[in-house]
DNA sequence: CTCCTATCTTGACAGTGTCAGGATATGGAG
DNA sequence: CTCCATATCCTGACACTGTCAAGATAGGAG
């Protein structure tokens, strides 16, 4: 008899035919989804009701664990500045050790980051979504500042102007790069791209001849 | 008697007691009025509808003049870039007439346009709300990138990687200072500011020392 | 087993861009 | 001067968006 099912789900909600009603790790998932969709929409094309269809959930479930849409991009934003950090880590690991060579790769991996994920990339430098009075996205903004501070005395900066031409000039090719411009350098193949990008970088250092 | 009176428009709809039912230029009124929506909401603030009230008229009249969101920022890039030339324009009328310096002026136009104009300047180089395939602004674009190639080739640049690291260190520097960060640089006074430019400027050029 | 709390859903609201159809003004032909 | 074709602008509607309030469900502490 139906009267002894004891209270049956309402429906399945139709999206996902065995999907518990608890998620289990939404937060994680959310942000996986948000980055596809950012990836695929587009900055301007990002929908917080997309995201939510994108995890299996209804549109109102990221509010309990984001807030709002900037809630989510600022996490998201935190989550991209420590990519963006392991993107240069992964360049230095490979490179000689030397301050000079270390710097570079750097710069390298700045732009690795800027290419693999060009609209993430934005989130983090051009973007207003993303609240950068969060405490957790305030330090990991802050930590890729300093590391690059550090590579930058590392091979003999001294003064501001040091810092700011290496930071300009790497984030200049990055962000051109991104956004399709630059064919000339964009076009090339990957070791040629980055001979070229190395010989660039270097022109910003203190001691360049 | 009331009667008499022909036809009385049903409501000098109250955004202007005066306002005829033709603008007049409605299509520059257009454009300048998004340009200080975006100058005052910002990129992802950006309302249409918002922009017409602003011109004091309906939602729908940019319609008839623009399409749609695209074709109205596709009309305002291109017309920003015409700015953005003349920025870099104003600074070569007053500096020195040597290749090398008026190089750096443009390079110092780019950021005086930026820090200006900061969201306009994202609308031209990060934006994916215009047409970039439209005839009037890729024209637009087009002669930008025209004068850049052509003050570096003037300055003795004769690779691509001369040209990609001009380019790259006064796009670094506009869309770092436009961004808010490079604080060290961007809290300058403006002399100051313009001098600590130049000299990094000055590290992208070919015969640079 | 009971109840408390975190998690998730549903339904509503105002605001957005776009489209269809109607209103109005302007300039030129007769 | 009259009349009308056409460009210009408005109103109303639609689907979609982010956010809020209120209810449903699950998991764990007691």
Redesign the pocket.
Known sequence: MTKDIP?????P?L?SAT?????????TALLAAAEAELADRGMEG????????RA??????????F??????LTALAAEGFRQFLAAQAAREAVADRDPASQLVAAGLGYVDFALARPTLFRLLWQSERPDFSDADLGEAARAAYTHLVNQVTGAGGRSTADEAAVWAIAHGLADLLAAGRLRSVGSLLQPARDAMLAAIIRRALPGAA
């Open positions: 209270k049956l789900r309402p429906e909600p999206t999907r518990p009603y608890h998620h289990g790790d939404l937060r990002f929908s917080l009701r997309s995201v939510a269809k299996g959930v209804s549109h109102a479930a990221p509010a309990h664990h807030g709002d849409a900037k809630g989510l």
